[in-house]
T-cell receptor, first 114, second 115 residues
Framework: DAKTTQPNSMESNEEEPVHLPCNHS???????IHWYRQLPSQGPEYVIH???SNVNNRMASLAIAEDRKSSTLILHRATLRDAAVYYC???????????????FGQGTILTVHP | DTAVSQTPKYLVTQMGNDKSIKCEQN?????MYWYKQDSKKFLKIMFS???????INETVPNRFSPKSPDKAHLNLHINSLELGDSAVYFC??????????????FGPGTRLTVT
């Protein structure tokens, strides 16, 4: 599985934008970039995913570098409810034996200050 | 309405016992998963079923046996429980064909404690 690298932790103030970086220098052409987050004592929650182009949804935006070796999850206005562990995951989109397998790393612990 | 539900939420048992964790999804998905999150918070996939067929089987001891009676259910049976089995187990589901496994929905987790 291609590997991702994220900072262990980041801090933000409420109502400020947050940019969570992820490096994935060994990404292959068929790998999708997924972001999930895990709030305390809950199961992981899907945030966003993309392949090559930047993506926006109601939760966040995903900015993907042109060479696809890095990406950034953008929370436009952090709230206290956004405090969670954020996971950047590469998922093989070529099918075969991967079948949707998600390989979670250690993630980034996001702390949001009031 | 709960999308992915697991029972029980907490399970405390002694070494050597056999226990089961049940998972149900009401999303109409055709793929279900079991993940294990250990004390260091690492989340690892264990199994995945697509239309009741086992498609992912990671390196998991034979004591763990998933069973999928239908597309909406994926149960996890664990024989001869060991201390190292203590963890939080998450069930998940997604709708996908070969290259379309995108959003996975996770259950609330089952915290298993083996004493």
């Amino acid at each position: 599985d291609a590997k991702t690298t994220q900072p262990n932790s980041m801090e933000s103030n409420e109502e400020e934008p947050v940019h969570l970086p992820c490096n994935h220098s060994t990404i292959s052409g068929t790998d999708y970039i997924h972001w999930y987050r895990q709030l305390p004592s809950q199961g992981p929650e899907y945030v966003i995913h993309g392949l090559t182009s930047n993506v926006n949804n109601r939760m966040a935006s995903l900015a993907i570098a042109e060479d696809r070796k890095s990406s950034t999850l953008i929370l436009h206005r952090a709230t206290l409810r956004d405090a969670a562990v954020y996971y950047c995951i590469l998922r093989d989109g070529a099918g075969g034996t991967s079948y949707g397998k998600l390989t979670f790393g250690q993630g980034t612990i996001l702390t949001v200050h009031p | 309405d709960t999308a992915v539900s697991q029972t029980p939420k907490y399970l405390v048992t002694q070494m050597g016992n056999d226990k089961s964790i049940k998972c149900e999804q009401n999303l109409g998905h055709d793929t279900m998963y079991w993940y294990k999150q250990d004390s260091k918070k690492f989340l690892k996939i264990m199994f995945s079923y697509n239309n009741k067929e086992l498609i992912i089987n990671e390196t998991v001891p034979n004591r763990f046996s998933p069973k999928s009676p239908d597309k909406a259910h994926l149960n996890l049976h664990i024989n001869s429980l060991e201390l190292g089995d203590s963890a939080v187990y998450f069930c998940a589901s997604s709708q996908g064909r070969r290259t379309s496994f995108h959003e996975q929905y996770f259950g609330p987790g089952t915290r298993l404690t083996v004493t």
